[in-house]
């Protein structure tokens, strides 16, 4: 299986692209990944502000489903860690 | 006696032309089998190390934007209310990279396979070659001798070399744009891969891995499908006798042919597993050629022209008829 990989390897030509694709490209990323940000961000403000009326109202559903909320959006921008620094391991590991 | 040896010069005339002929579309079939198997082994195949740069290139692209792909499933989850799922996407990931450093070479280890497939029948077609020449040098000999024994036809042997003929260069051209297509689909793979991690795109991963394998494996079938054809074709040609069954067979070989050569379409569509898309693309390019091709457009014009030539002598015609006086 290894003489597969060996007859033809490829690798990623950063070097080869022109500047302003590669920064075009980096700045997507990061607007994405600020969006993503923004988006778990909104759901952690409204789980919380779900969770202080629950608190007032005695509603436990609403809790229940902030406090899900919550966990939603820390779990969300740790995914997008994970994953990025997944994607650096198999990049490494299949390179 | 003078009108005997007219007679007797006039059948050898006679013999010498139909020898020749027969020799002749012998010498052009058996040409055209044998450029067809050399063009259906390596030699058609992509050179896919000509494309590495390209690959290294779309690589580096990919790798930027699996974080923009990786934040929009995030977000679609969200949004969906999926994300419960979401440790999946770093599976995924993992996966999609794999994919996008390995795709070359895992299409070229199939394409390998593939090519190797493709050669199935060579000696097959080499056998078929040599009974066929062997059958029109023995039907040659009993025609010389003006004997009367079993002789290959002349008029199936010239169907024959006409069908080959075609066929051998409507296959070439559908194995060049085979080749083409692969060097082109193969430089996207890995963009393919990173954007199959969103869930909702994985079809593109799906689509894209059906359509190379259909192109790969097309040759294999026009192949298979070829030897099927000339070989009930030459089995008819050098039977020892004419029957209804001999008849059959060589009229469904030449049917066999044909189909190879302009609508290999209906076996695509037959045997899904080569994605007929595949075959659809390869196949329509040499369609569109044949299309604009001049006769074509030359023809449309003629018709033009009949039907305004018509129109006007209808209009004539009407007119004298209404002028002429009424008795």
């Known amino acids: 299986v290894s003489r597969i990989f060996v007859d033809i390897s490829v690798r990623p030509d950063f070097n080869g692209l022109p500047p302003n694709v590669y920064h075009g490209l980096v700045t997507l990323t990061d607007n994405a990944a600020a969006v993503l940000t923004l988006v778990a961000g909104l759901g952690l403000t409204v789980s919380l502000t779900g969770l202080v009326i629950a608190s007032f109202t005695a509603n436990r559903e609403l809790g229940e489903r902030a406090k899900g909320g919550i966990g939603i959006s820390v779990f969300a921008i740790a995914l997008l860690y994970v994953g990025v620094a997944a994607a650096n391991y198999a990049g490494r590991l299949f390179s | ?327």
């Not at chain 2, 001798?145 to 008029?155: A, L, R």
């Not at chain 2, 199959?196 to 991963?205: C, E, L, N, S, T």
Request: aromatic letters at 8%; hydrophobic letters at 55%; proline letters at 3%.
């Open chain 2, 1 to 327: 006696m003078g009108g005997d040896d007219y007679q007797a010069q006039a059948a050898q005339i006679v013999n010498d032309v139909v020898i020749a002929i027969a020799n002749w579309s012998t010498a052009a079939a058996v040409a055209s089998i044998q450029w067809l198997v050399s063009g259906l082994g390596k030699a058609s195949e992509p050179d896919l190390s000509v494309i590495v740069p390209v690959y290294d290139r779309v690589l580096a692209i990919a790798l930027l934007l699996l974080g923009a792909i990786v934040a929009v499933a995030l977000i679609d989850a969200i949004a969906t209310g999926e994300l419960r799922n979401g440790l999946v996407l770093v599976g995924r990931v993992v996966v999609a990279c794999f994919g996008a450093y390995a795709g070359l070479a895992l299409i070229k280890y199939v394409a390998g396979y593939a090519a190797l497939l493709a050669t199935t029948w060579t000696p097959d077609f080499s056998q078929l070659n040599n009974l066929l020449v062997h059958s029109v040098a023995v039907s040659n000999g009993v025609v010389e001798t003006g004997g009367t024994g079993p002789h290959v036809s002349t008029f199936g042997l010239i169907v024959t070399a006409m069908s080959v003929s075609c066929l051998a260069v409507m296959v070439h051209l559908e194995l060049v744009v085979r080749s083409a297509l692969i060097l082109t689909v193969v430089a996207f793979v890995p963009l393919v891969c990173v954007v199959a991690i969103w869930p909702r795109a994985a079809g593109a991963a799906t689509t894209l891995s059906e359509f190379l394998l259909g192109l790969f494996l097309s040759k294999f079938v026009v192949a298979t499908v070829v030897y099927v054809g000339f070989r009930l074709v030459v089995v008819a040609l050098t039977s020892t006798a004419d029957t209804d069954t001999t008849e059959n067979w060589m009229a469904s070989g030449l049917a066999v042919l044909l189909i190879a050569a302009f609508s290999p379409l209906v076996v695509f569509s037959a045997l899904r597993f080569t994605h007929h898309q595949a075959g659809s693309v390869a196949r329509s390019f040499a369609g569109t050629a044949v299309a604009i091709a001049p006769p074509i457009a030359l023809t449309r014009g003629l018709t033009r022209l009949g039907q305004g030539m018509l129109r006007s002598a209808n209009k004539l015609i009407d007119t004298r008829l209404r002028r002429r006086p009424t008795v």
